[in-house]
C-alpha cells in the first residue's frame, strides 16, 4: 500500500487548504489514521488523528483551526482554515498500525 497526500501549496495568513491523502494497493481496515507535519530543523509532530468510529485527537497549536476526516475509502483529509506562518511544515499523512507513511505534501503561509 502507498498513500498519496496532496493538496498542499502557497496560502497567506489566514486562509486555507484542505490536504488529501488516498491509499493505492489493496484495501485494509484501518482504526487510527493521523496527519504530522514536519518544519525545517524540528521534529515531525502528531497534528491531529482519528479512529474508525470518527473520534479525534489534535495538537493544541491547531484546536478550532483544523478538522480531521476520512471516508469509508480510506481517504484521510485535513480541513486547514485560519492558516498562521507556524504552520509552514511538510504535512505527512500516516497509518501508525502498518507504520505507513505519505511522501509528505509542503505548506507555507507567507504574508
Known amino acids: 500500500v502507498q498513500l498519496q497526500a496532496y493538496g498542499g501549496g502557497f496560502v497567506q495568513p489566514g486562509g486555507s487548504l484542505r490536504l488529501s491523502c488516498a491509499p493505492s494497493?489493496?484495501?485494509?481496515?484501518?482504526?487510527?489514521m493521523a496527519w504530522y507535519r514536519q518544519a525545517p530543523g524540528k521534529q515531525r509532530d502528531m497534528v491531529a488523528d482519528?479512529?474508525?468510529?470518527?473520534?479525534t485527537n489534535y495538537a493544541d497549536s491547531v484546536k478550532g483551526r483544523f478538522t480531521i476526516s476520512r471516508d469509508n475509502k480510506n481517504t484521510l483529509y485535513l480541513q486547514m482554515n485560519s492558516l498562521k506562518p507556524e504552520d509552514t511544515a511538510v504535512y505527512y499523512c500516516?497509518?501508525?498500525?502498518?507504520?505507513?507513511w505519505g511522501q509528505g505534501t509542503q505548506v507555507t503561509v507567507f504574508s
Open positions: 500516516h497509518w501508525p498500525a502498518f507504520d505507513y
Open positions: 494497493g489493496g484495501m485494509f481496515s484501518v482504526n487510527r
Open positions: 482519528i479512529n474508525s468510529v470518527g473520534a
